[in-house]
């Protein structure tokens, strides 16, 4: 998550990037993401990085759906 100050200055792209670089170099198979559903963002900014959608994750105290987003490697 970026911190509101620091929105729309691309760190979130950058983020994204580091991790699919860290988890090429480690052979992982793929990287999951949970996001809000109301995080419109964070839901473009995944979408750019042609991540898709799996499902809809419910946390414990909290009303509140999540996203879980996947990347294959």
């Known amino acids: 998550m970026v911190h509101p100050n620091y929105q729309n200055l691309g760190l979130g792209k950058k983020m994204i990037k580091f991790i699919i670089e860290h988890s090429i170099k480690n052979n992982f198979d793929s990287i999951r993401f949970d996001v809000f559903s109301k995080n419109k963002n964070a839901l ?30």
Request: proline fraction near 0%.
């Open 44 to 73: 473009n900014l995944y979408s750019r990085f042609n991540c898709v959608k799996k499902g809809e994750v419910l946390f414990q105290n909290t009303k509140d759906v999540f996203y879980c987003y996947e990347l294959l490697i």
